[in-house]
């Protein structure tokens, strides 16, 4: 039986969503065995439904490695000593990102042969249905070439068996497309990357959503500044639309004849259906959940952790880094 592990006291609510969210995500799937992580006494609607071990400590969203290291009854804390025991095969967390990656990387270790671990998303594209990979989109800030171009295999084999692109596009996220674009360590993966399957060259942010590319390499530092990017520029254009449909009567009735392709469009930049981040080079599945988690968009991270744990990419990252 899949065995997940889910941390409740981190995100930004509480356990507040993420109990219906774990009850919600039993009745669907009973060959799946849920370890909550959290203090009990908020878990009482959990009880005879999975296991729960109480875990009073949260870690703050500030806390640098050493602080969480220490915080040996925190949830996470916990959470990553089971996995490391074998008692679990996936952890999902909403809470302290900083945390959660130092815990997971220093108990779990990395894959042997990655220089580092990577946080990965799939991206809404303009094409309806298809997601782009980006990576990595926060585990570092500074990457080398050596690890951009293990970024490239490990993106592409998520994207390959998590989202059935039979032959992922791989690029380079840059300043231009041109070969020699690129800072000094994009330039050198470049050359890294060139011979390699899939590797079709640099790409500029302007096109990275635009459905050509499959996975987007970039260093941490670059993805965590266009992913905030993007969510900002989706929340403001959703607010104009918002404000302009509004306007005036006129402007109410348009709406009723746009308003099948507003929700499309809604329904393909939903955040929340991704499921979060997930942190690829680990020796286990790691999945973080947005902070501001709702009921469905925690449900949706479960969904990821149990279909990575199936498709056994961990797996499949050892094998592509040998």
């Not at 981190?10 to 993420?18: A, E, H, M, V």
């Not at 942010?205 to 050509?212: H, M, Q, T, V």
């Amino acid at each position: 039986m899949m065995r997940i592990g889910v941390d409740l006291t981190g995100g930004d609510n509480g356990s507040k969503p993420i109990v219906p969210a774990i009850l919600e995500f039993l009745s669907k799937n009973s060959d799946v065995q849920v370890t909550a992580f959290g203090n009990k006494e908020e878990l009482k609607e959990l009880e005879g439904k999975c296991e729960i071990v109480h875990a009073p400590d949260v870690i703050p969203m500030e806390a640098g490695p050493l602080e969480a290291m220490r915080m040996k009854n925190s949830s996470i804390y916990k959470m990553a000593q089971y996995a490391k025991e074998g008692k679990l095969d996936a952890m999902v967390s909403a809470g302290s990102t900083g945390g959660f990656l130092s815990l997971s990387t220093l108990i779990l270790k990395t894959i042997p042969g990655v220089h580092r671990a990577a946080f990965v998303a799939p991206f809404p594209t303009k094409i309806k249905g298809k997601k782009v990979v980006i990576l990595d989109i926060g585990a570092s800030n500074e990457n080398s070439p050596e690890e951009l171009a293990q970024f490239a295999v490990m993106g592409s084999l998520y994207s390959k068996y998590i989202l059935g692109v039979k032959e992922p596009k791989v690029y380079l996220l840059s300043n231009g497309t041109e070969e020699g674009k690129g800072s000094p360590n994009g330039k050198l993966a470049y050359i890294l990357l060139k011979d390699k399957p899939g590797f079709m060259g640099n790409i500029e942010a302007r096109n990275a959503l635009s459905g050509e590319a499959d996975v987007v390499v970039t260093d941490g530092f670059t993805g965590n500044v266009f992913l905030k990017s993007s969510e900002g520029m989706a929340k403001m254009m959703s607010g104009m639309m918002k404000a302009a449909f509004k306007r005036n009567l006129w402007a109410k009735i348009g709406y009723l004849h746009v308003r099948k392709g507003i929700k499309e469009m809604t329904e393909t930049m939903d955040y929340k259906s991704t499921g979060g981040a997930m942190l690829l080079g680990i020796n286990g599945v790691v999945v973080k959940a947005h902070g501001n988690s709702d009921t469905y968009a925690f449900s949706c991270a479960l969904n990821v952790a149990k279909k990575l744990v199936e498709e056994k990419l961990m797996d499949k990252i050892k094998e592509g880094i040998e």
